[in-house]
């Protein structure tokens, strides 16, 4: 009998660089695993449910690895005082989450048992990962994991009790719920067959649509067959997941061909830095968005030089790459764009509560916000909803469709909106001094002031701050440090 005792977890530090989490954390195949995890998560009704109702993962997938990566790294840190705020914070996001789903059955994101379902998935991938990969964990380093990942949900929900402290139970629980309670939901579809198919590119990359498109046209259906190839059989059958000819072979290959990174020097590949880089805005202050702004910039020249020189030019369709920018400054959004990328957050089609809490979150999460700032954020938003639903909610349905939105035209810098503007320039403004300073600017919008936005003693006043969130969200104006916080994917 194997059993994950305590004297075995004290041993070594089950958090930080010499957990075995923290030796994964630069690996190539933990791509490839945590898409597999994903997927067996969504499978899950509640939380498939839970998915397609209050995640931004379709319109804003790039946001949420993001934001994903570096709640794992907080939670797997050495620092037992940051794992508990970020515990806290997750624990207060998912106790906004409860609703039923298409087939009235109730979901709770704080369910506990729901909750060990995703670690669960978590600890199987990265099992799987390594066997695919010609790398197979032998047991001591399985336990030792498996370790990590039950003191990981202790850290969530006070103990682990909802996942087996045996190993060898733990297989027989994982494969009970794979056979009993895992479904063919709409999450796990749109995951498969809808966001790798339509990926909106990163930040960094959205000045190159072309070059994102056919890239993607390959990558792809690719993911896609990888993916269901390395899901467990049992599942394969009961959703009715296709198989295509071959799928398994290059399942084996990629995972193969992704182990080989180990081979490579240290530090070679750095996760934190890659998914830092993605998410840099185009106008962004940093090296490395420059460097991908002239790369774009001089494709887009030769684009146009290209289609100069083809005989049939005049009869194409224009390129993609040579339209207008939606970060050009000073251009302005049509309703239905504007709607479709800063409104609806969860890609639905519909603008409701979700989709404001989603944009609430983000603030809270790239503001670090403490219980009483998220709270008095998330109010206001409350507040700036419901003024919403009185104001364009015409067939009372309780959410607003792009065509109302669209057909009322409305002005969106209500009172509701405006206390908004103000509760998150309190949130920003740190040391409580009434102007938010450079450090304080970077925090939120992770760029440096703008020259438009300094003023002659290097501060963002609230007036400036009140009066240039309310143009973002009334006037719909494009350009401006608000579109990589709330309109980018």
Known sequence: MTTVTTDAADQAPLFGPDSQFGAFFDDPRWALAMIRATVLEAAHPQIGAALVDNSTFVAHPWRRLRNTFFSMRRMFGTDP???????????????????????????DAMDRATRAWVVATLFESAVTMCRLSGQPLDQDTMERMYAEYRTFLAALDGDAAELPQDLNDFWRYFDGVVENELENTEAARVILYRLFDHLPAPALLDGVPTLWAAGR???????????????????????????????????????????????????????ESLIETLSLSPDSDDPRARMMSALGSRMKRASALLRLLTPLSGDLAPD????????????????????????????DGYLD????????RELATRLDLAEPEETRLYDAFAAWWRELQAALDTD??????????????????????????????DATDKDGNGAIDADEYRTLFRTAFHRNLTTTDGTYGRSAFVGDFLSFMSGRRAGTPYDPLLADA
């Open 217 to 271: 046209a390959v990558a792809g259906p690719l993911l896609g067959a990888i993916t269901v190839a390395s899901l467990p059989e049992p599942y394969r059958r009961r959703a009715g997941l296709p198989e295509m000819p071959g799928a398994s072979t290059l399942m084996q290959g990629a995972y193969l061909t992704a182990g080989l990174a180990r081979f490579l020097p240290q530090g070679w590949i750095n996760a």
């Open 396 to 425: 009372g349905d309780g959410r607003v469709s792009a065509d109302e939105y669209g057909t009322a035209a409305p002005s969106l810098a209500g009172p509701a909106l405006i206390r908004v503007a103000e509760v998150l320039f």
């Open 81 to 107: 005082v940051v794992r508990e705020r970020e515990a806290a914070r997750l624990n207060r996001l998912h106790a906004r989450m409860s609703g039923s789903d298409s087939r009235g059955r109730a979901y």
């Open 320 to 347: 993609a790459d040579s339209a207008p920018s939606a970060n050009t400054g000073g251009s302005r959004r049509s309703a239905v764009e504007f709607f479709r990328k800063v409104l609806d957050q969860t890609g």
């Open 353 to 360: 509560w979700p989709d404001l809490a989603a944009m609430a």
